[in-house]
């Protein structure tokens, strides 16, 4: 939508902020408040199955914002259409979300780490009392605006506490990194799932780090999240900084049990550290300013900036626009099994020629429609429809090999995400193997073990290019 449109005579859209999974973000002008606005315009992915997905998770997030008025949750002030596309009017955040705030201003201290634990607290209770389970609580999901207001923002994996889910049995949504265990394993959400989310998000600030930092390869992210589970923090280590009470908190959060995670408002208000409301507003204000001020001077941007534009997506296949929008949203997740021992032996299955030809009639894929069809099978993927996800991506992956190369952007977007339902489905060989390939054209050129220098691309990735941010994809 272009940049001064504006819509039903009212909202004047001044410039894109981003896009997530649903739809793209502008920065507007509320004509009759004379007031700003973010407005959330639903993409149009062009197929229907996509469309209708979108639509579904607006319809949710509309659906789940209208039942909840807190100032710890993004608000909803109108819907409309336009072009017949959806689009809903929220509240304008100004500040940072919480990867910026760790990457521009550093580790959390006292008074700014109870503050950001309150209102988090506070607004995800809100949304429980509101009958909604959040499901994606995480740092690039919580901004902290510029009068060091916490406020959780997409809701577009929301749903009513006891509704059937829109997805089925078995099925894993959101993002692997901060995922509840429990989410992973494919049982139904509750409200533990999204303290875990809440414990992990400020885990993070408080380490300064991401969890599971270490695990670079989805296969050994998941065990991690599902065996070890978040490194507990020591109390003493964090003592001159981190109030007793919040670390016990946050490692009962973090907890792999849900059972054992901390829920109810009397056991939490009484581990909270009691911050006098102004001290702690004006604790995160100056962090926030300084957060800004540093993202305005562009220090501490190489690389900070590049992985705050990508928020969790974490996974940077160089090469087109279409990748940077196909992964938008994906796990955080580097490709760097090439250094797992025998992955570089075993090789991702691969389609039989005639396989090739049914599956091609089966999906009707060509070299030309490959990136909208891919974009489905992502948005599959992303809804947790692994299984199904699979076979078109094999296909996507079979097809873009032969057709547009090894190296192209496309072909290694399905290949990844093939890897990333191979592991999910518990096949983490194969996803291994299959990384292993992807990593063969996107990885850092450093030489493996052996010392025997990586294979070298058949087709080379294009040279990066920016992102609708500006950032390098
Ligand atoms: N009310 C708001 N005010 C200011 N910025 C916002 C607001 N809502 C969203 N944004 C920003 O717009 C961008 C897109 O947000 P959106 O919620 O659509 O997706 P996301 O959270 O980045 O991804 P996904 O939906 O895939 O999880 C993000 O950078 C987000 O911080």
Not at 165 to 177: C, D, E, F, I, K
Not at 394 to 405: D, H, K, N, W, Y
């Amino acid at each position: 939508m272009a940049e001064g449109t504006l819509l039903d005579g009212r909202y004047r859209l001044e410039h894109r902020v981003g896009q997530g999974a649903t739809g793209v973000v502008y920065e507007a002008f509320d004509t009759e408040s004379e007031g700003r606005v973010a407005v959330k315009v639903l993409h149009d992915e062009g197929s229907e199955a996509a469309n209708s997905w979108t639509l579904r998770r607006l319809q949710r997030e509309i659906g789940a914002l209208r039942r909840i008025s807190h100032p710890n949750v993004v608000s909803l002030r109108d819907t409309g259409l336009v072009h017949e596309r959806p689009y809903l009017v929220m509240e304008w955040l100004g500040g940072v979300d919480l990867v910026a705030l760790r990457e521009l201003a550093g580790p959390l201290f006292h008074s700014a780490a109870g503050a950001l634990a309150r209102q988090l607290v506070d607004g995800l209770a809100a949304t429980h009392r509101a009958s909604v389970l959040h499901r994606d609580v995480k740092p690039s999901n919580v901004r902290v605006t510029t009068t060091g207001r916490a406020v959780l923002c997409d809701l577009g994996l929301a749903r009513l506490r006891d509704a059937t889910s829109l997805t089925r049995a078995g099925q894993v949504m959101g993002t692997p990194r901060y995922m509840a265990p429990e989410l992973i394993r494919g049982e139904p959400p509750t409200q533990a799932s999204d303290f875990y989310g809440i414990g992990l998000c400020l885990h993070e600030l408080i380490v300064g780090r991401r969890p599971f930092d270490h695990r670079e390869d989805i296969g050994a992210l998941l065990l991690s999240v599902l065996d070890e589970g978040v490194t507990a923090l020591d109390p003493a280590r964090y003592r001159d900084r981190v109030p007793t009470g919040l670390i016990e908190l946050v490692n009962g959060w973090c907890d792999r049990d849900p059972e054992r995670r901390p829920t109810s408002a009397a056991l939490i208000d009484g581990l909270l550290p009691a911050v006098p409301p102004g001290a702690a507003a004006s604790r995160l204000r100056d962090l926030i300013a300084h957060a800004t001020a540093r993202r305005e001077s562009g220090r501490g941007t190489t690389d900070a900036w590049a992985r705050v534009s990508n928020a969790d997506t974490g996974v940077t296949l160089r090469g087109s626009d279409l990748v940077t929008h196909a992964v938008a949203g994906a796990e955080a997740v580097s490709l760097t099994a090439r250094n797992t021992p025998g992955a570089r032996d075993r090789r991702p299955p691969m389609l039989s020629l005639g396989d090739v030809t049914q599956a091609l009639v089966l999906h009707r894929i060509t070299p030309r429609n490959a990136a909208s069809r891919l974009r489905e099978a992502v948005g599959m993927a992303q809804r947790g429809e692994s299984r199904e996800a699979l076979d078109l991506l094999a296909t996507i992956g079979t097809v873009g090999a032969e057709q547009l190369g090894p190296g192209d952007p496309t072909t290694l977007t399905a290949r990844f995400w093939q890897a990333v339902c191979l592991a999910r489905l518990g096949s983490s060989e194969e996803a291994l193997a299959l990384l292993a390939t992807v990593n063969a054209h996107t990885g850092p050129a450093v030489p493996p073990d052996d010392g025997e220098p990586p294979p070298a691309p058949e087709r080379a990735a294009p040279a990066p290019e920016k992102n609708e941010k500006g950032d390098p994809g």
